[in-house]
């Protein structure tokens, strides 16, 4: 009978500080696009290349290159769906000087296309989905030599704006 007694002592001041806690919040407020944090002016802040004509694929960082103030891409992303080139970056060029962008899908993401004014398009994969709280943002896109991808390229951006 006292072991009872002891376990209900010890329960009732756990019962009470539990049904003391707040309502936790249901609503986790208003929708938004993912993706929709692309809109701003980037500044490539990094690079990685890897070597996929390897068995084992071989990276080499070379964001030291890259952040340097003449050799990184500069872009800006407009709301309708649109960008501007206001730096030439060093390396391959899929962005072209303008052009139109586009997510594969609305909701989620994954790749994004690219199509410059006058040029062939490209597809890129997102490394991540920018959110307007997010500071870098990534792409990763593959060069072709005779028709045949011989490299991989990752660029990582940094909000300006």
Do not use: H
Not at 2 to 10: D, E, G, Q, V
Not at 79 to 91: R, S
Not at 126 to 140: E, K
């Amino acid at each position: 009978m006292k072991a009872l007694s002891k376990i209900f002592l010890l329960a009732l001041p756990i019962a009470l500080a539990i049904s003391c806690r707040p309502d936790q919040p249901t609503d986790p407020g208003p929708a938004y696009g993912a993706g929709d944090g692309i809109v701003g002016t980037w500044r490539q802040s990094g690079a990685t290349i890897y070597d996929i004509t390897l068995p084992v694929p071989e990276a080499q960082d070379v964001s030291a290159y890259y952040s340097r103030p003449t050799n990184g891409w500069i872009i800006t992303f407009n709301e309708d769906g649109t960008y501007m080139v206001d730096q030439k970056g060093k390396g391959p060029n899929p962005f072209g000087a303008n052009g139109t962008f586009a997510f594969d899908t609305v909701y989620y993401p994954t790749s994004i296309s690219i199509l410059p004014d006058g040029g062939t398009g490209t597809t890129m994969e997102m490394l991540n989905a920018p959110r307007a709280t997010d500071v870098n943002f990534g792409l990763s896109f593959e060069v072709e030599k005779c028709d045949v991808p011989v490299s991989k390229y990752e660029f990582i951006f940094t909000r300006q704006n």
